[in-house]
Nanobody, 126 residues
Framework: QVQLVESGGGLVQPGGSLRLSCAASGRTFSSYTMGWFRQAPGKEREFVARISWSGITTYYADSVKGRFTISRDNAKNTVYLQMNSLKPEDTAIYYC???????????????????WGQGTQVTVSS
C-alpha cells in the first residue's frame, strides 16, 4: 500500500522560505515520478512541480519557476520542495503525489497521479 506523508508547512512572512518534505512507502520509490500540487480555498488543485524517478528531469509551473526547487533523495524515499521568495498567493494546502505506473515522466494533470498525501498547509502572510 502506497503511503505519502507531507511535512514542513507553516506560517511564513512574504519573502520567506519553507522546505516541504514528503516521505513515501509501500513500493520502490526510485521507479516513480513524484509531483507537488497545491489547492487554495475556492480554487482547483493546481500543478506545482514534478521530478522524474532518477531525479534528472524537473518541471515547474510558470508561477513558481525560479522560486521553488523540487528534489528527491531515493535513499531516504523522500521528495522535497524548497520554496523561496514566498508570496501571499502561494498560500494553499500542498500535496505530494505519485502516479500508479513506474517510469512515466511527462505528467502534470492531477488525474494522472494515483496516490496522494494528506497535504500540509502553507500560509504566507505578514
Amino acid at each position: 500500500q502506497v503511503q505519502l506523508v507531507e511535512s514542513g508547512g507553516g506560517l511564513v512572512q512574504p519573502g520567506g522560505s519553507l522546505r516541504l518534505s514528503c516521505a513515501a512507502s509501500g513500493r520502490t520509490f526510485s521507479s516513480y515520478t513524484m509531483g507537488w500540487f497545491r489547492q487554495a480555498p475556492g480554487k482547483e488543485r493546481e500543478f506545482v512541480a514534478r521530478i522524474s524517478w532518477s531525479g534528472i528531469t524537473t518541471y515547474y509551473a510558470d508561477s513558481v519557476k525560479g522560486r521553488f526547487t523540487i528534489s528527491r533523495d531515493n535513499a531516504k524515499n523522500t521528495v522535497y520542495l524548497q520554496m523561496n521568495s514566498l508570496k501571499p498567493e502561494d498560500t494553499a494546502i500542498y500535496y505530494c503525489a505519485t502516479p500508479g505506473s513506474s517510469h512515466i515522466s511527462q505528467i502534470k494533470r492531477a488525474s494522472e497521479y494515483a496516490y496522494w498525501g494528506q497535504g500540509t498547509q502553507v500560509t504566507v502572510s505578514s
